[in-house]
């Protein structure tokens, strides 16, 4: 796989894969930790799906940050080594238990994502800038991220074990470790990359950094601000006080790449506006995708036939990859749909009843009370999707590399757009789930999740790769990394919609309903793409790409 390809490529790809090892460590067990009684914050679904859509907004919005500076003032290699650092340092303080804590260790991976992630794929699309390269960068592209699903793949089974062994602070501190290893990987190749590390010098109209900060980040911040203490009917505008702000925060930022668009010269305007189009496009596929750590999770949890018996037990049990779930009454057990709050010396807790997994199993699986069963770890469905990604990733690649060879594969907008068809299409599996699970009243089997999973990862793998891939080759070469954070404000942004998309989960009585709606998302960004790909395709030729 390497042979063809620059030496940086494996120091690059094995970075990126301990990075995401660590991440959708921590990622896949978040919203089960913020609901978790015992060792958690004892969150509802409302609450923690709520949280864990700033979360994610969040770690993706600062890359639009992270990148200008990178480009201004430390260079890529330097902005990629602090980032990780902080995000390692991050991972390990959500070990220690306290809501202080907490937003601490979430304010570190922020930041730290920030500097990392738009830099290290700018820098993979400086090494195949050269002559020799340049024709590889869709496939160095898919290659790179399907080192980001190695890393997501194997992060779960490593994750559960040490949850369900040792506690949640365990898995949290493998995560760190992870990102550690990920940046002395990176730091042991950078002679590889050192030519390609350049910073980009100022423009005549560029904005300077300071006034950047004055006029963008300053006032995101206080936008920002307001939104939180604005007040609704319901206490805020929106899903939440952390909605409201971040949305409000968003404003600046947006008007800040519309203006860059406003200020370009007339030979870049046409391939600025057609990076903006993508970018507001996409965020609908986040929106649905990054479901997958809330309403997914939840499926999984609640609606999913996860119990284990006789050798698959003991495998799975010996692996440490099973939970024991007790049947008997518990006073802080979530149950499904609506919570009723009492009071109980002086502390909030929820209506008794049993555990939710047993709401919709057959009459005679009910255990005996008092006894248990056991089914594997909800968090382990998180490795459906990066698993499917790296079986699916060679295939993709050689049909591409099949098409070229024929002269007929298709632009990088063109990818992008059956991305998005093809996502919306993996919608109809969970619909189908519903139904054949009759509206969750009975089990479903994994295997819908694993279809679903399998199709939109198709369109994960024509739409994610592809638009690092196209921003690499649009972008001016002088703000390549602000608009690759402008990519990630974009995933940001559709970040915080699927928090906000999976806070109304329990809201809908039919589950189909939700998944309908997810549909209609994802259909009409694949219809607007369509209806402009003719433009976007012609944009790509006259800048000498495809």
């Known amino acids: 796989m390497w042979k063809k390809h620059p030496r940086a490529l494996p120091f690059l790809f094995f970075s990126e894969m301990w990075e995401r090892f660590g991440y959708y460590l921590m990622i896949g067990i978040f919203t089960l930790y913020l609901k978790d009684a015992a060792g958690g914050f004892n969150m509802d679904e409302k609450e923690s799906a709520s949280l864990y859509g700033t979360f994610i907004a969040l770690v993706f919005f600062t890359p639009f940050l992270g990148g200008l500076i990178a480009d201004r003032v430390l260079g890529y290699r330097r902005s990629i080594i602090f980032g990780g650092l902080l995000m390692g340092a991050g991972y390990c303080a959500m070990s220690v238990h306290s ?7 979430m304010a570190l991976v922020i930041i730290g994502n920030g500097f990392f992630k738009p830099n290290i794929s700018t820098l993979l699309g400086n090494v195949y800038s050269t002559p020799q390269h340049i024709h590889q960068k869709d496939e160095g592209y898919n290659i790179f991220y399907m080192g980001i699903n190695v890393g997501a793949s194997i992060c779960n089974f490593f994750g559960a074990a040490l949850y369900t062994t040792y506690g949640w602070g365990a898995a949290f501190i493998a995560a760190g470790v992870g990102m550690f290893i990920g940046v002395i990987v990176f730091i042991i190749g950078t002679h590889h990359y050192k030519a390609f590390d350049v910073k980009k010098p100022m423009q005549p109209g560029d904005m300077p950094l300071p006034k950047i900060i004055a006029l963008v980040i300053l006032p995101s911040v206080v936008f920002g601000v307001i939104g939180w203490y604005m007040k609704g009917r319901s ?12 949305i409000f925060a968003c404003i600046p930022v947006i008007l800040f790449y519309v203006a860059l668009w406003f200020r370009s010269n007339k030979n ?28 997914l999770n939840t ?16 495998i799975f049990s010996q692996l440490r990859l099973t939970e024991t779930i007790p049947y008997k009454m ?27 997994y047993f709401k ?16 594997w770890v909800p968090s382990l469905s998180q490795s459906i999707n990066p698993v499917w990604v790296i079986v699916l990733t060679p295939l993709v690649i050689a049909f591409f590399t099949w098409l070229r060879r024929k002269g007929k594969e298709p632009s990088t907008p063109t990818k992008i757009a059956f991305g998005l068809l093809i996502s919306a299409l993996s919608v109809l599996v969970m619909v189908a789930a519903v139904k054949v699970s009759n509206n969750g009243a009975e089990k479903a089997s994994v295997w819908w999740l694993i279809g679903s999973y399998g199709v939109i990862t198709i369109g994960e793998l024509f739409l994610s790769p592809m638009g690092l891939s196209l921003v690499s080759k649009l972008s001016p070469v002088r703000i390549t990394s602000l608009m690759m954070g402008g990519w990630f404000v974009s ?9 906000i998309l999976a806070s109304k989960w329990d809201q809908y009585d039919n589950k189909a309903n939700y998944f309908w709606l997810n549909l209609i998302l994802l259909g009409l960004a694949a219809i607007f793409l369509f209806v402009i790909l003719k433009w976007l395709n012609k944009v790509m030729k006259e800048n000498g790409v495809n």
């Open 99 to 105: 809501e202080t804590m907490l937003y601490v260790s």
């Open 235 to 246: 206490g805020y505008i929106f899903d939440s006080n952390s909605t409201d702000a971040f």
């Open 268 to 295: 870049e305007r046409p391939a600025m506006a057609a990076m903006l189009a993508i970018f507001a496009v996409v965020i609908l596929f986040w929106a649905i995708f990054k479901q997958n750590g809330s309403a």
């Open 299 to 314: 499926w999984a949890s609640r609606y999913t036939e996860r119990h284990v018996s006789g050798t698959q037990e003991k």
């Open 330 to 356: 518990d006073s802080v057990t979530k149950l499904d749909g609506q919570f009723r709050k009492i009071k109980e010396n002086e502390k909030e807790v929820k209506e008794m009843g049993h555990h939710p």
């Open 360 to 375: 919709n199993i057959a009459p005679d699986e009910i255990p005996v009370e008092g006894s248990s069963v056991k089914a």
């Open 491 to 499: 995933t940001s942004i559709g970040n915080k919609l699927s928090g």
